[in-house]
T-cell receptor, first 116, second 114 residues
Framework: NAGVTQTPKFRVLKTGQSMTLLCAQDMNHEYMYWYRQDPGMGLRLIHYSVGEGTTAKGEVPDGYNVSRLKKQNFLLGLESAAPSQTSVYFC???????????????FGDGTRLSIL | AQSVTQPDIHITVSEGASLELRCNYSYGATPYLFWYVQSPGQGLQLLLKYFSGDTLVQGIKGFEAEFKRSQSSFNLRKPSVHWSDAAEYFCAVGSPWGGQNFVFGPGTRLSVLP
């Protein structure tokens, strides 16, 4: 099915290690988002992108970097993982034109990340 | 800045009973409003949305929500809850294209008793 795909689904890291989470969407959406979900706090926006080659900071950007080299992919990087980054990460996308202009965000199934 | 509150962290209802989940928001303009549901280990699924027009919005799975501007509320309702409705529910407000101008509430966890 078309949609938003996140890889990996689970990962355990040691403090100080680095890794990249991949989000891929096949709906030709312009906007893409990375959120983290923590108990009792809902989803908080980390970074987002309004188009290929553009990125912007969200509410909680510290410790993360992102890249949008291709329209369909949005990468979230942790350069030096910290225990405070243990969370569930969700990617989302939304279109701006045509059928996508009046639609909500489409979400991936999440990546559960544990930092030891 | 916009914000969303969901006063109830956890609600338990019996199967077949009615349900109302509360959502209050703060937003500087006419808001876009959403309710999402998240089953354990899953992503978020849209239940319904309000952009404009009729303030009573029908969604999937028998849910509805009513936008009340005077109360800054967008409460979610269902007349008869099913065991499969047990999940976490999130209210969200803002422009979906607005980056930081789209905010989620903290969520309400719904448990359903047989």
């Amino acid at each position: 099915n078309a949609g938003v795909t996140q890889t990996p689904k689970f990962r355990v890291l040691k403090t100080g290690q680095s890794m990249t989470l991949l989000c891929a969407q096949d709906m030709n959406h312009e906007y893409m988002y990375w959120y983290r979900q923590d108990p009792g706090m809902g989803l908080r926006l980390i970074h987002y992108s309004v188009g290929e080659g553009t990125t912007a900071k969200g509410e909680v950007p510290d410790g993360y970097n992102v890249s949008r080299l291709k329209k369909q992919n949005f990468l979230l990087g942790l350069e030096s993982a910290a225990p405070s980054q243990t969370s569930v990460y969700f990617c989302a996308s939304i279109g701006m034109r045509g059928a996508g202009s009046n639609q909500p965000q489409h979400f991936g199934d999440g990546t559960r990340l544990s930092i030891l | 800045a916009q914000s969303v509150t969901q006063p109830d962290i956890h609600i338990t209802v019996s199967e077949g009973a009615s349900l109302e989940l509360r959502c209050n928001y703060s937003y500087g303009a006419t808001p876009y409003l959403f309710w999402y549901v998240q089953s354990p280990g899953q992503g978020l699924q849209l239940l319904l949305k309000y952009f404009s027009g009729d303030t009573l919005v029908q969604g999937i799975k028998g849910f509805e929500a009513e936008f009340k501007r005077s109360q800054s509320s967008f409460n979610l309702r269902k007349p008869s809850v099913h065991w499969s409705d047990a999940a976490e529910y999130f209210c969200a407000v803002g422009s979906p294209w607005g980056g930081q101008n789209f905010v989620f509430g903290p969520g309400t966890r719904l448990s359903v008793l047989p």
